[in-house]
Nanobody, 124 residues
Framework: QVQLVESGGGSVQAGGSLRLSCVAS????????MGWFRQAPGKEREGVAA???????SYADSVKGRFTISKDNDLNTLYLEMNSLKPEDSAMYYC??????????????????WGQGTQVTVSS
């Protein structure tokens, strides 16, 4: 049974940093496409960052240069390092995975498994 559990969210002032984690169980994330998505109240979910089966990453323009996605295969964990946080980054952040893919897609419809989310709040 596949489970993805996010953690690391919280409240931080603008300019601060957070590191989100997504631990996979019943599932090996190595060589699988993984992504981070976020959804703010009243808004649709959007792709933030993704990493494909070859380790290539892509980022939304709004976070490029500030966020970094990575995996630790030994710990079966996906990370999102968020730096220089802005109030507009406030959202529920979700970890997602699909199968084996060669493109780091930010399209949520291409992902099959989802975590429950972790809340990030950035104050000005």
């Amino acid at each position: 049974q596949v489970q993805l559990v996010e953690s690391g969210g919280g409240s931080v002032q603008a300019g601060g940093s957070l590191r989100l984690s997504c631990v996979a169980s019943g599932y090996t994330l190595s060589n699988r496409r993984m992504g981070w998505f976020r959804q703010a109240p009243g808004k649709e979910r959007e792709g933030v960052a993704a990493i494909d089966s070859a380790g290539r990453a892509s980022y939304a323009d709004s976070v490029k240069g500030r966020f970094t996605i990575s995996k630790d295969n030994d710990l079966n964990t996906l990370y999102l390092e968020m730096n220089s946080l802005k109030p507009e980054d406030s959202a529920m952040y979700y970890c997602a995975s699909d199968g084996w893919a060669w493109v780091a897609s930010l399209n949520e419809n291409e992902y099959d498994y989802w975590g429950q989310g972790t809340q990030v709040t950035v104050s000005s």
